[in-house]
């Protein structure tokens, strides 16, 4: 594709329900960021990979947050039990560069818990 | 603790007066400080980098070690340059970026 997209667009769930939420990269970017940005609040680092591989997951807030890789490619956040305090935008961003966090990002995800 | 800074919530100037949106960082070491960019509807994109030393936009910043600040200039607004504007810090070496709360800049006609 052209960018780095991100499905849903938009998700409301229900406190206590889990969701997904996708990232496709751009083809070829192996360097893969998930962040979130709360009303208010900047951009909060949740979690980086390098292919498959995530070398630091200290970011996830909580053990209800997970995120995985496949084929160096796709990328999904899981929230399991979802919470209030979950509702965000969820940005993904993809870089050739090892490391290197360049412009492209995607257009986000904005999760709604009620 | 690494930090970034971004004291103004909201900075509104006149069309072709001179801009400066502040960011103040907190770290020891030599970071690499970036601003981000976020026009209305639009997606978060890189505006500039300091490695560079660049000016996209006619927006300019400068690395101030001795103050810890990297202000992004502009010297006469555009109404086009209305966005959100974000400051970031990455520690040298690593792949973590801190943003910091950012900016909304208006550029009022």
């Known amino acids: 594709g052209a960018g780095v997209s991100q499905s849903p667009s938009n998700k409301v769930t229900e406190k206590g329900k889990d969701v997904e939420l996708r990232c496709d990269p751009i083809?070829?970017?192996?360097?893969l960021y998930w962040y979130r940005q709360s009303l208010g609040q900047g951009l909060e680092f949740l979690i980086y990979?390098?292919?498959?591989?995530?070398?630091?997951k200290s970011g996830l807030p909580s053990d209800r947050f997970s995120a995985e890789r496949t084929g160096g490619s796709v990328s999904t956040l899981t929230i399991q039990r979802t919470q209030q305090e979950d509702s965000a935008v969820y940005l993904c961003?993809?870089?050739?560069?090892?490391?290197?966090?360049?412009?492209?990002f995607g257009p986000g995800t904005r999760l709604t818990v009620l | 603790a690494q930090r970034v800074t971004q004291p103004e919530k909201l900075l509104s100037v006149f069309k072709g007066a001179p801009v400066e949106l502040k960011c103040n960082y907190s770290?020891?070491?030599?970071?690499?400080l970036f601003w981000y960019v976020q026009y209305s509807r639009q997606r978060l994109q890189l505006l500039l980098r300091?490695?560079s030393r660049e000016s996209i936009k006619g927006f300019t910043a400068d690395l101030n070690k001795g103050e810890t600040s990297f202000h992004l200039k502009k010297p006469f607004a555009q109404e086009e340059d209305s966005a959100m504007y974000y400051c970031?810090?990455?520690?040298?070496?690593?792949?973590?970026?801190?943003f910091g709360t950012g900016t909304r800049l208006k550029v009022l006609a």
């Open positions: 970031a810090l990455s520690p040298s070496g690593t792949y973590k970026y801190i």
């Open positions: 990979f390098q292919g498959n591989s995530a070398p630091d």
């Open positions: 083809s070829g970017h192996t360097a």
């Open positions: 961003a993809s870089s050739l560069e090892k490391s290197r966090l360049a412009g492209f």
């Open positions: 300091h490695i």
């Open positions: 770290y020891s070491g030599s970071p690499e």
